[in-house]
């Protein structure tokens, strides 16, 4: 008779061990750290090439020179950055405001475009901030941010 009393226990105990198992599978076990609060943050679309508009509005990307209005041009541009929020550059600068000289011998410069506007199928940058050792006053404060020309969108 022994052996029919073990026998009904252990069936009473693995019947036990399985209701037990199967009800705290149904809490889901202990909290996580982490929750779902909300949306998440979507990574910024890529729109495209970025470029830089001259002043006719033709798309340059990388460019060696830039004119920065009807007074001033970039030249000798050296690309450090490009495609980010940013693109920063170091060249050179003239301008019939300091001619003869800088014509000849162009002011040292670092420039850095911003402004990032997205259009359709591209970006351009919308600004550019000039700085020139050379330069001080207004043309120093002019060329501290220059809005640069953007295409029509259709």
């Keep these: 008779m022994r052996p029919a009393t073990v026998t009904a226990k252990a069936a009473g105990a693995v019947l036990l061990t399985g209701l037990l198992t199967a009800a705290l599978a149904g809490?889901?076990?202990p909290r996580p750290l982490l929750r779902d609060e909300g949306p998440?943050?979507?990574?910024?679309?890529?729109?495209?090439?970025?470029?830089?508009?001259?002043?006719?509005?033709r798309p340059l990307q990388r460019?060696?020179?830039l004119p920065l209005g009807d007074s001033a041009r970039l030249t000798g541009l050296r690309w450090e950055s490009w495609g980010g929020p940013t693109a920063v550059a170091s060249g050179g600068l003239s301008g019939n405001w300091c001619a003869p000289q800088c014509v000849?011998?162009?002011?040292?410069?670092?420039?850095?475009l911003s402004g990032l506007q997205r259009l359709p199928?591209?970006?351009?940058?919308?600004?550019?901030?000039?700085?020139?050792?050379?330069?001080?006053?207004?043309?120093?404060?002019?060329?501290?941010?220059?809005?640069l020309h953007l295409p029509d969108v259709e």
Excluded: M
Excluded at 104 to 112: D, G, L, Q
Excluded at 141 to 147: D, H, I, K, T
């Design 63 to 65: 460019p060696g020179a």
């Design 40 to 57: 998440a943050v979507a990574p910024s679309a890529r729109t495209g090439p970025v470029y830089v508009a001259d002043t006719l509005g």
């Design 121 to 147: 199928g591209v970006a351009y940058y919308s600004s550019a901030g000039v700085v020139a050792p050379e330069l001080h006053g207004e043309k120093a404060a002019e060329l501290g941010r220059v809005s």
């Design 27 to 29: 809490c889901g076990g």
């Design 104 to 112: 000849r011998e162009p002011y040292r410069v670092k420039v850095t």
